[in-house]
Structure formats: structure tokens, C-alpha cells
């Protein structure tokens, strides 16, 4: 699988990134087969949280192994500092691990959420913390919705984040003002060599009223030319690497999709942009009809 440089941290992570979302609900043997897929198929990059159901209890037994393998990304909800730090130290027992390479404001959506996680007493006092005590390398910022741009923009502002997480995909690309806004975080970060990791690989759009047929909380794509047109034309952007979708069942098809990438043309992207329509619309992620 290709790899790319996720900016200053220099580290080369392959173009999907293991999102351990996918086995959160699923048995320690789903759970070791998919794991074991990973890293068969070169992927040496983990998301992971502890809102993700039970994926850290999944991946504890894999740690010894893995955290020489694999650049570990995890990520705090927390808003404050002391319940940043709490929350810390139950990842870190959670996951049998006594440090991360990286280390993430999860969630942060919106200038109220930003000015809170940065201000005093801010959550991101727990993650300089952490890095100055050797338990994290780099420190990040992750979110989704229709402001987290801006949003992220602004938090480079601020500080000097390593990484940023944030949607990119076929659906959300074709509203004018979320390409628009997205393309100027990612120019920003190129300036800045931050870490691009994008999400929401294979969001088609909503549920609405249909049964809800996988794990993720948007409509995925689900057969592989599908998978294979909207991850392609994802990682074709300017973009480092992308967190694999949070439905086991489809995990071969997006490992598979990423063994076979190769860079789009402008054409072939615009082409996909036409050709893949939403499926419904999804508000909490600019998905429209």
C-alpha cells in the first residue's frame, strides 16, 4: 500500500489508516482477523478513541506487537483539563499502552468548542502536558460537520497542531462551500506541514427513513467500483492519509480499494463528482441532494 508523509511528523503512513471504530462492536476473533488484514496488507497507521464502543479492549492484546508496528493515534472528547487527563489515564489502561505517537482534540466542531478545549484550563493543557512528559510526539485536532473547516482553520491559527482530521469526500464535495472551505484548510496545511487525515471515506449520505444496514452513522457506499471510485477519488486529493470506514463487513473492500489506488485524473475525478449522487441528504455533513 502507498505511503505518504503525514507532515512534520515524518512519519510515512500508508494512504488508509487502520479506523478501529470498525471492531468496536464486534468478537476478540472478527476483531483479530481484521486487525491481522491490516497489517497483511501494509497498513502501519491505527485511529483509534474511547468512544469507539469496545475497540481499545479488542486492540489491547495486539498492543505489544502493533506499537512497534503501527503509528498510534488516539484522541480525548474531553473538554477540560482535568477531564482530559482522567480520561488519559483510562485510555492508557483501556489500551495497555504507556504512551502515543499522536495524541487529538476529538470532535471539536464549532468556535464555542475551540475557544473552550483552548482556553484556560483547556483540554489542550493536558496534551502539551502529555508531550512534555514523553507520553505523546505530536498533538492534533480532529471533527466533522459543515463548520469544522473554519473551525480548524482557526485552531491552526492558535497553535501549532502536527495533524488535523476532517471529512473528505465525494458526496461533501460536490456543495460548493464545503470544497471551497476544505480547500483552504488544505492549502493551510501545506504551508503550515500539518498532517492531513481525512474521514468519512465512503459517506454517501444519509439513512432517512431506511433501515439503518451498517455500523456507520451515514449511508457508506457498499459495492467495491463504488468503493473504489470514492476512495480513489479521495485519495487523489492533496491529502495524506484516511482512516478506513467504521463498518467491518466492507473493511476488505476499502483495504483491497487502497491496494489497488492509483492517482486520478482531473477528469476521471470530475467524472465520479457526476456520477456518484448522494443517496440522501445528511445535514450533519453538508450531504445534500
Not at 497483511?40 to 479488542?58: F, K, L, Q, T, W
Not at 475525478?269 to 455533513?285: C, G, M, N, T, Y
Request: proline share 5%; net charge negative.
Amino acid at each position: 500500500m502507498e505511503t505518504r508523509r503525514l507532515g512534520k511528523t515524518e512519519h510515512h503512513s500508508s494512504v488508509v489508516t487502520f479506523g478501529a471504530y470498525s471492531i468496536g462492536k464486534v468478537t476478540q476473533n472478527e476483531a483479530d482477523t481484521a486487525i491481522q488484514m491490516c497489517l497483511d496488507y501494509g497498513v502501519n497507521h491505527i485511529d483509534i478513541a474511547p468512544g469507539y464502543s469496545d475497540s481499545m479492549e479488542r486492540i489491547a492484546p495486539w498492543m505489544p506487537e502493533l506499537r512497534s508496528k503501527m503509528f498510534l493515534g488516539c484522541k480525548t472528547p474531553m473538554r477540560t483539563r482535568d477531564e482530559a487527563w482522567r480520561n488519559v489515564e483510562d485510555i492508557m489502561r483501556r489500551m495497555n499502552v504507556d504512551s502515543f505517537d499522536l495524541f487529538q482534540l476529538h470532535s471539536v466542531i464549532d468556535l464555542d468548542t475551540l475557544d473552550i478545549v483552548m482556553g484556560p484550563n483547556g483540554a489542550i493543557e493536558t496534551l502539551i502536558e502529555m508531550r512534555d512528559q514523553g507520553l505523546t510526539n505530536y498533538l492534533g485536532i480532529t471533527g466533522h460537520g459543515p463548520t469544522v473547516t473554519q473551525t480548524h482553520l482557526e485552531a491552526l491559527n492558535r497553535f501549532d497542531f502536527d495533524t488535523v482530521m476532517f471529512p473528505v469526500n465525494v458526496a461533501m464535495y460536490r456543495g460548493k462551500e464545503y470544497r471551497s472551505n476544505a480547500t483552504k484548510l488544505i492549502d493551510e496545511c501545506h504551508i503550515k506541514d500539518v498532517g492531513i487525515q481525512c474521514i468519512k471515506m465512503i459517506a454517501r449520505g444519509g439513512w432517512g427513513e431506511s433501515n439503518k444496514e451498517c455500523g456507520t452513522w451515514y449511508d457508506p457506499f457498499r459495492t467495491q467500483p463504488d468503493i473504489d471510485d470514492a476512495l480513489w477519488w479521495q485519495l487523489s486529493q492533496n491529502i495524506h492519509t484516511a482512516p478506513s470506514c467504521g463498518e467491518y463487513t466492507l473493511l476488505p473492500k476499502v483495504l483491497d480499494s487502497a491496494s489497488r489506488f492509483h492517482q486520478l485524473s482531473s477528469g476521471d475525478q470530475l467524472s465520479i463528482l457526476d456520477r456518484l449522487v448522494p443517496s440522501r441528504p445528511e445535514p450533519k455533513l453538508a450531504i445534500e441532494v
